[in-house]
């Protein structure tokens, strides 16, 4: 088992940046890939960014140029660097890891981007 936790949201200003973490309880090294979600106030859940195991990145197009995807060394931490950000970029943002067969999700963090 797995468990995800997510930190880092809050409010930033249009063109600001910010850092979010997803710390993992357990070692993550084997997952086959990680990224971050997102999901906004009557949208579905959409992809952000994704990490495979080899350390191939793929970005969503509206983010691409801007959000950037890593994981520390050892795996267990996940980030997204968020820059030049806009008020569509306003969502929670949600962590997952794909390891084993199973996909696992955190709890969630809330991003505001507003002046």
């Known amino acids: 088992q797995v468990q995800l936790a997510e930190s880092g949201g809050g409010l930033v200003q249009p063109g600001g940046s910010l850092r979010l973490s997803c710390a993992a309880s357990?070692?993550?090294?084997?997952?086959?890939?990680m990224g971050w979600s997102r999901q906004a106030p009557g949208k579905q859940r959409e992809l952000v960014a994704h990490?495979?195991?080899?350390?191939?990145?793929t970005y969503a197009d509206s983010v691409k140029g801007r959000f950037t995807i890593s994981r520390t060394i050892a795996n267990d931490t996940l980030f997204l660097q968020m820059t030049k950000t806009n008020p569509d970029d306003t969502a929670i943002y949600y962590c997952?890891?794909?390891?084993?067969?199973?996909?696992?999700w955190g709890q969630g963090t809330q991003v505001t981007v507003s002046s």
């Open positions: 357990g070692s993550i090294f084997t997952a086959n890939s």
């Open positions: 997952w890891v794909f390891m084993q067969g199973s996909n696992y």
């Open positions: 990490l495979t195991r080899t350390g191939t990145k």
